[in-house]
């Protein structure tokens, strides 16, 4: 879902943070797509009239083959690429419990890695500050 106001646009985006002991699953953007290269959460826009929950919930479905059987709403925060004319609003929930094994159906790289192990791997600036309150507070737990 995207909204238009007199700024940049606005992407709605759900994001995963998919815990498996304690290290999250990270996703690198395939090279057909924005921002090619750069690592990220699992996770896509919004459709209409689509809950952040919802989205993640068909998003980890359709990337990667995944359900979400235990998840919680942590934070959303939003950023502006300035120079890509366009703004996005994360919704992050901590994923804690899924079904299947996560497989890279747009053929992105994956990866499990630890907070302090997802900080040398490039992230999207987005994701800049949530690494760094992940390294803080650790793993999330149920």
């Not at 709605?12 to 090619?36: C, N, S, Y």
């Not at 890695?113 to 987005?126: D, K, M, Q």
């Amino acid at each position: 879902m995207t909204e238009k106001s007199d700024g940049p646009q606005l992407i709605e985006v759900a994001a995963g943070i998919i815990w498996r002991g304690g290290r999250f699953l990270a996703a690198q953007r395939p090279t057909d797509k924005p921002l090619e290269g750069y690592w990220e959460f699992p996770g896509g826009k919004l459709e209409a009239r689509e809950t952040p929950s919802e989205a993640l919930a068909r998003e980890l479905a359709e990337e990667l083959g995944i359900g979400v059987r235990e998840s919680r709403f942590w934070q959303s925060l939003e950023h502006s690429y300035a120079e890509r004319g366009f703004r996005v609003r994360l919704h992050f929930f901590h994923v804690m419990a899924f079904r299947g094994e996560p497989c890279p159906a747009e053929g992105q790289n994956l990866r499990w890695v630890t907070p302090s192990e997802a900080l040398e791997l490039g992230f999207l600036p987005a994701d800049a500050n949530v690494l760094e309150q992940l390294r803080a507070e650790g793993p999330a737990t149920a």
